[in-house]
């Protein structure tokens, strides 16, 4: 297959380079495992370029009015647009996600950009009446060089919805793409550099270990917001504080419950089992409801459904739009998904259906995995406390409402939850009691713009996706004007 994309640079203070080290990393389609695009392998010179571009220009963007600054977002935006499918291609190819739902994902972009450039007049301060005769007041202003650190599952997305509050704040950004799926963001920088003044926005392809950590590292950048796996997340922190004091915020894991009352209908509880695992994403999806809680009294009804409509999904090429799964992103979620198969084998859980690499020709090469379910999943093994970020779905049981709750809590993770009951009372008291950030009563799996998400637990650190987003990009400085 020839390449998906001639776009192989990054954005560094508004130029289009390659790495300092000349060096390139060759990027695969999971489907496949054919070469389809390069990207630079980027240093820590070209961090510390970025950063020094990024410096140069923020005082001046943070300087714009609410107006004019919301007006170059919403036009970054509008520019995105025009090479939507451009973008859909790049990035079906490079991650293995089907097209149809990827399609949002540039919309979601879209929307986020204009979402946040309507909320710039919102970066208020406060005037505090601490004294009768004085005037004490707080303002909001902007860190300056701010860092986006990436994950391989919606890479387009992040790199643009999860910059939109930081820019809208007055920052200038670093975003570091996932290594894995890095093409989109070669794209991104093209439009970037038409669409915002030079050195607003950078984009620094490379491997984690090399530029991700000189951004975390770097001392002019104090604030620094990732989304990744829980490990990641934890050698961020410590990595930064051996720095400076800087704000971490963290995007982690999750191993999310969806408990079903017995008042529900087992069709509907199967079909949204399957939308909360996310089989559309392979299951590489932080917020998935990858644990099914069902009371005894529906376990075998809801159970029986679920298995005939996992053995059902249609795996293929994910441009297709007829297909329902498509590859695992890399080699190393490959190899991670295979070892929770074997783990499940030993640790005694019932394989109700998938558990291995599909057969047939076209999945003779490429990351292929069958969607999963075991049943008896319970809270002694791997597959019921480890993110497996990847199509496998545990289901487990329960009878009373005090055990159900437990159940779901008894993880190091808390990021999203789903009860599902036409009884208010307990869909309330399971969704205050269960400990995670986000939660759901009848519904899975949507994000709503303005509706903060993020995780409780070691799930994670920060709320992103409302205007406590914008904030966070933000620091208060207090005046207090003396007049007596
Ligand atoms: P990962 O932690 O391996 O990598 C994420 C990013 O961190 C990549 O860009 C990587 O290059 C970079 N990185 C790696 N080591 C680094 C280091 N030492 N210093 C700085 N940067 C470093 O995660 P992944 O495998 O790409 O993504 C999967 C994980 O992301 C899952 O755990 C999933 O739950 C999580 N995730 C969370 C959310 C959320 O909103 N909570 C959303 C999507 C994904």
Redesign the pocket.
């Known amino acids: 297959m020839a390449y998906v994309t001639k776009s192989d640079r990054m954005l560094i203070g508004g130029e289009l380079v390659h790495s300092s080290s000349g060096e390139f990393d060759q990027c695969i389609n999971p489907a496949n495992e054919e070469v389809i695009g390069r990207s630079p392998r980027g240093t820590k010179e070209d961090v510390a370029r970025a950063i020094a571009g990024a410096q140069a220009a923020w005082p001046a963007w943070a300087a714009t009015t609410p107006s004019e600054r919301g007006a170059r977002m919403r036009a970054f935006g509008q520019a995105l647009k025009a090479r939507a499918e451009e973008i859909l291609h790049v990035e079906v190819a490079d991650t293995g996600n089907t097209v149809t739902p990827m399609r949002g994902d540039v919309g979601m972009a879209v929307e986020s950009l204009d979402y946040y450039a309507g909320l710039i007049h919102e970066l208020k301060g406060e005037t505090i009446p601490a004294t009768p005769d004085n005037l004490h007041i707080t303002l909001r202003e902007p860190y300056g060089v701010v860092a986006r650190?990436?994950?391989?599952?919606?890479p387009l997305m992040?790199a643009v919805a999860r910059t939109a509050a930081a820019l809208a704040a007055g920052n200038a950004v670093i975003v570091?793409?996932?290594?894995?799926s890095p093409l989109s963001a070669l794209v991104l920088g093209e439009i970037a550099r038409e669409a915002l003044p030079p050195g607003v926005f950078n984009i620094v392809t490379?491997?984690?270990?090399t530029?991700?950590?000189a951004?975390?590292r770097h001392p002019e950048i104090k604030r620094i917001a990732?989304?990744?796996?829980?490990?990641?997340?934890r050698?961020?922190q410590r990595?930064a504080a051996e720095v400076a004091v800087k704000h971490v915020t963290l995007?982690?894991?999750?191993k999310n419950p969806l408990i079903a009352f017995p008042d529900t209908d087992p069709d509907v509880i199967a079909a949204a089992a399957l939308r909360g695992m996310n089989f559309t994403w392979q299951g590489?999806?932080?917020?998935s409801t990858s644990r099914l809680l069902l009371h005894e009294d529906i376990h075998d009804a809801v159970l029986e459904r679920v298995v005939e409509r996992v053995a059902k999904l249609r795996l293929g090429d994910p441009a297709d739009p007829a297909t329902d799964m498509g590859p695992v992103?890399s080699r190393?979620?490959h190899e991670k998904v295979l070892a929770f198969f074997e783990s499940g084998r030993s640790d005694g859980a019932r394989l109700m259906t998938g558990g291995r690499r599909p057969s047939g020709s076209l999945f003779q090469k490429g990351f292929w995995v069958e969607p999963t379910v075991y049943a008896d999943v319970r809270p002694g093994m791997r597959l019921w406390q480890d993110?497996v970020?990847g199509p496998i779905l545990s289901v487990g049981r329960w009878k009373t409402v005090e055990e159900a709750i437990e159940l779901a809590n008894s993880t190091e993770y808390g990021?999203t939850g789903a009860v599902w009951t036409n009884d208010i009372r307990n869909a309330l008291n399971v969704a205050r009691r269960v400990r995670s950030g986000h939660m759901w009563i009848n519904g899975v799996s949507n994000h709503f713009l303005g509706v903060p998400?993020?995780?409780m637990k070691n799930?994670?650190v920060g709320r992103?996706e409302g205007i406590e987003e914008m904030f966070s990009y933000t620091e208060a400085k207090t005046i207090n004007i003396m007049l007596n």
């Open positions: 650190i990436a994950p391989f599952n919606h992040f570091k793409p996932p290594e894995t490379g491997t984690g270990a530029v991700g950590d951004i975390v990732f989304i990744g796996s829980p490990g990641t997340g050698a961020i990595a995007e982690l894991g999750g590489q999806s932080c917020g992103n190393m979620q993110e970020f990021l998400f993020g995780g799930s994670g992103e």
